[in-house]
């Protein structure tokens, strides 16, 4: 059936409202009958201004403004920020703060896998794995909860420390906890490695191969699906995690079966390093004093968030306020990935793919002022404002 | 039960009319109820299905622009006026059908298509691009499942020699059960139903992940909420033919309750077992399976059917000839 209003190009477009996006963002897929042809996303709907308002706030208020980057990985934010200026400031944080905030970071990977695997089964039309899996979510989102006081934004880091205790009765609530979720993840790698209508839309949908990874810069489980050995818990080792490392999980095929199955054994890794870190660890203090006023200097700190890795830059101008801070979250990196997989591939596809990256949104939206030869524009904070005001009158 | 209901209390009240909506809000509370049960869910309070359906009515409709206007407001309307009609030709919670002669299978077969003609139609009419995509794969789905389900529900037909389902009802409780006759046709016939219904995993025409509600994408208010009755009135006649034809029929409202309830859970369970299946795999998946099933199923009947005063009594009651 040729559709009346456009003959020659079809194209159908998701979002920024669309009830596959739990986010705005906004793509358009050109398709022919049901194949996509052509695919280009536009970003930038839910860009909040942080960077700069970080610029205004000192450092110890800000670490609060970077925690609500993201509402999944609120903690990497965090502590990559927190790392940073302890960096810029020549402390370090004793080592139980570093094994409680490997602590932290694990549960919260779990947390964000056991939530992207819902997302994905919902976008494939799975929604009973979508609602098992969310549910026993609530086992680690309590958990976190009985440790942190919050779901959501746990703000177990201080600079210098955390501010964060793990108890007897804490670490027991934890262990039982993964227990409980070891038994159910295990079923669940079952369900996606061997449902068949489940792998008929996740075997082979949306390959990429390593050539194509490496080319395209991505990170995370999405790389690691396509077998790209990076992860920065391995590479260069934050934290704790020289002391309790983490082994690398890479699969091959790099399609959907293989995101799935990365992240699913990526959980087993997690389940067994917060078992670790419960059973040994370190005693001592929590904090170390930083000092108010930063030195100058500039830093790069980079962390693992579940979705793959987080660069913070860090300019310090030796007063109590950055100079300048720079988010690079992984899902920008991926985005291109996206668009490249998805020709060729069914429009039923789209959201499966779009979602095997686990995106977020609101993370990764930036303003830029395109420098171009004749209407070159710069814009103070003030100007910048102004026209949010205007544009959105 | 033998009770002949004047065709105007039919067609109003009971057992068709009025009583029928209702009921059709009942199997969707029911089958909401039991696919969130299966599903970890605490689901719908019993009153939903109509507080969506009184609450839609009371709603301004939006007319977009660029649609046929007429054709907008007539569709909702005939797909449930089919619906409706096809009710009078099914021996409905048990009660003798109101109309009857030979071949009303047939008609009744066709009237329940209307429902996705219906649909497809309703997705052309607007520009909507979700719309027609959801129209194209509804019309798409319709020319898969269609034919299987019609072969799968003329195998009692044959087996019976009528095509009259009142006769069919009747004479499917004598024998053995069918569905242990023929399985395969039970389950295409299911099957068949659940792609009717727009159910998942067939639920690709209205994939909301991908492009929102499809063919209803552009309704609102009235007009949505009479294709959601239409779909609830469908969903009661679909279980009462596969019931009646492969579950031994119906001789009271008793029976009817039991049989189409364990239909419903069986269908339930099959909504919240499966992930969505891409158009293209649904279309696969009639023609290179469930057609040849059928076919094959057919061929034993009939040649059963051939040899059965030859052979042996027992074929004979086997396959109900």
Known sequence: ME???APEKFIVPIGPQHPALKEPGHFEFTVEGEVVTNATARLGFVHRGMEKGAENRTWVQDLYLMERVCGICSHVHALAFSLGVEKLAGVQAPPRAQAIRELVSELERIHS??????????EGGFDTLFMFSWRDRETVMDLLETISGNRVNYSANVLGGVKIDINEKQADAIRKGMDFLEERTQHYLKVVTEDETFLGRTRNIGVMTYEQADFLGAIGPTGRASGVKRDVRVDSPYTAYSDFPV?????THGDLEARFIVRI???????RLVRELVDKMPAGELTVKVPRRIPEGEVISRVEAP?????????????????????RTPSLCNWSSVLVTAVGHNLADMPMILAGIDPCFSCNDRVVTVNRKTDSTQMDWEDLRQYGIEYYK | MNINFPPIVALLFFPGGAFLLFSGLVFEYIDRKLVARFQNRIGPRWFQPLADVVKLLAKEEIIPTGVMKGLFVALPVVALTAALTSALYVPLFGFKPVFSFQGDLIVTLYLLSMMTLCIGLAGANTEDRFSLIGATRALTQLFSYEAPFLLALLGPAIALRTWNISEINAGAGSGLWFIIAQPIGFVVALVGLMGKLELPPFDAPEAETEIVAGAFTEYSGRGFAIFKIGRDVELVIGLTLVASFYMGGFATPLDFLWKTLLLLLVTAALQSLFA???????VGMWWRVGVLMVLLQLVVIIVGQQLAPVIQPALQSLFGG
């Open chain 1, 307 to 327: 979705r793959g890795e987080l660069l913070y830059f860090l300019k310090s101008n030796g007063s109590d306020k950055p100079e300048r801070v720079k988010v």
């Open chain 1, 247 to 251: 082994n690398l999980v890479t699969h």
């Open chain 1, 113 to 122: 896998h056991l939530l992207w695997l819902g997302v994905a089964a919902h």
């Open chain 1, 265 to 271: 054994k990526e959980l087993y890794e997690s389940y």
């Open chain 1, 3 to 5: 559709p009346k209003t």
């Open chain 2, 276 to 282: 969505r299946l891409r158009i293209d795999q649904t």
